[in-house]
């Protein structure tokens, strides 16, 4: 499918070449534009470039349609103030002596016997306000958008209060279900420094909360791509699932006595921080993903 032959040629021209041409468009009758389908199947361009032309072809038709009547207005103006002439009166004789310099005295009105009393003048009516000419914009020109009233953001100090008490019972359970599925303290630099010793038990509440918080910022805040929208969004909610479950796991162990935690939770809580690892960077590659 090619494009018609417009200025003797095919290839996709200009709006500023196409604008001719769509005048010269016969339209039925009652239509003072042509459809936007139409300009495309006859120029053979998308969308975008005939609604283009489409508002080129209004403006031009409100800009004429606007000069015409300031046309109009002014001509109706100009008849009505025009000052009027009898054409019954005699002409004056051309004078063959030049004219003396100086105003000219005024003449003494003649009222013959009899005269009817003169007519009142007719009402003439008052000009109507003659619109002001604006200027036509180019439809290109973005609108200004107007100004909006700036919004206070709702004080955020209170959600401090609100973790302080989750984040002493979330840490403890954790660190408590870590020991009872065999996290423990550990030496990582034997024989470099000897004193240093770690909880590895403090690594489940750091890696599943944290990734949770995360995760839910990401996904509430809809500024990333669609794959990473869903995956920040479903991670979320299964990693505070997870959590929650940790929790009631913990709770329920120490509530019945058990000293160590059954083979399928010591299972589950073991490889929590490999699967937090892996879902954290997924998360990572997809929020630098282009959209």
């Given amino acids: 499918m090619t ?89 004056a004789p051309r004078l063959d002596y030049a004219e003396p310099i100086g105003p000219d005295p005024a003449p003494v009105p003649v009222v013959p016997e009899h005269t009817p009393p003169p007519a009142e003048p007719p009402m003439i009516p008052p000009a109507a306000p003659v619109a002001e000419a604006s200027t036509v914009g180019h439809p290109d020109t973005p609108t200004p958008p107007a100004p909006v009233k700036p919004v206070r953001p709702v004080a955020a100090w209170p959600v401090i209060l609100l973790a302080l008490p989750a984040f002493v019972a979330v840490w403890s359970g954790w660190v408590g279900l870590g020991g009872l599925t065999g996290f423990g303290v550990v030496h990582p630099l034997p024989g470099i420094w000897d004193s240093l010793a770690i909880n590895t038990a403090i690594t489940l509440p750091i890696g599943v909360e944290t990734y949770g918080a995360f995760a839910l910022y990401v996904w509430l805040s809809g500024r990333v791509p669609p794959r990473a929208l869903r995956f920040a969004k479903w991670s979320a909610l299964g990693s505070l699932l997870v959590g929650a479950l940790g929790q009631v796991a913990y709770h329920l162990l120490v509530a019945a006595g058990i000293t160590v935690a059954p083979w399928w939770i010591t299972t589950a809580v073991s490889v929590l921080p490999v699967a937090v690892l892996g879902m954290g960077a997924a998360l990572a590659h997809l929020v630098r993903e282009d959209h």
């Fill in 3 to 91: 494009a018609p032959t417009i200025n003797g040629t095919r290839y996709p021209q200009p709006i500023e070449k196409l604008l001719p041409a769509a005048r010269a468009l016969d339209l039925p009758e009652g239509q003072e534009f042509p459809s936007r389908n139409r300009l495309m199947r006859e120029f053979r361009i998308g969308a975008p470039k005939a609604d283009e032309l489409l508002a080129r072809l209004k403006s031009e038709h409100a800009e004429r349609t606007r000069t015409e009547t300031l046309r109009s207005a002014m001509a109706d103006r100009g008849s009505l103030l025009a000052p009027r002439t009898d054409t019954d009166a005699p002409v």
